[in-house]
């Protein structure tokens, strides 16, 4: 198949005045029981993603998780390439990263609540793939940072468990 089939429709519909409203955005959020350090932990440690995300197949930050700290990773056999942008320890974190046809904006936020920590993420997509399939594209992120969550819930409560004492 020709690209400019694909690509010629996707350019036109980004010049449409609107078309940048469609983009595919969501936002979650779930209560974990375990504390902010381990949850923190885990999602600053890149190279760490796929020993406790299903959905990650490798990861790898050159350095550490600091602003202008660049990342790839592979997910459902696409390639990304993530740079961080702003981190706020134990509090916020954001980066941006790059995938065939899509641009992301993927935010974090903790904070502690009376029922543990309140961690919500907000991720939205730009380009021409998600301007070309905004449906499939959107539906797809709403999966994602669902799956996301729980997949930090169970491995930070699992975590903090192991740590407890044990009662004989």
């Known amino acids: 198949m020709n690209l400019r089939y694909i690509l010629l429709p ?4 980004l010049s449409l005045p609107g078309c940048a409203a469609a983009n595919p955005e969501a936002e979650a959020s779930i209560v974990i029981d375990a504390p902010l350090e ?3 932990s885990l999602v600053i440690d890149v190279d760490r993603w796929p020993s406790w995300n ?3 197949e490798d990861a790898q930050i050159k350095g550490s998780f600091l602003p202008g700290s660049e990342f790839a ?3 459902g056999g696409t390639h990304i390439r993530s740079k961080v942008q702003a981190v706020e320890p134990h509090k916020s974190l954001y980066w ?3 995938a065939f046809g899509t641009n992301a904006i993927h935010s974090w936020d903790f904070a502690m609540t009376s029922q543990g920590v309140l961690v ?3 991720e939205s997509f ?5 301007a070309l399939l905004p449906k499939m594209m959107q539906r797809k992120l709403d999966e994602t940072l669902a799956a996301l969550l729980n997949s930090l ?6 975590h903090s468990r192991s740590l407890q004492p044990r009662e004989d």
């Open 10 to 13: 996707a350019l036109v519909m």
């Open 126 to 130: 730009s380009g021409w793939l998600p």
């Open 54 to 56: 299903p959905a990650i």
């Open 73 to 75: 990773w592979t997910s």
């Open 38 to 40: 381990t949850i923190w």
């Open 120 to 122: 919500k993420t907000h």
């Open 96 to 98: 941006t990263g790059e």
């Open 153 to 158: 819930k169970t491995a930070a409560e699992a």
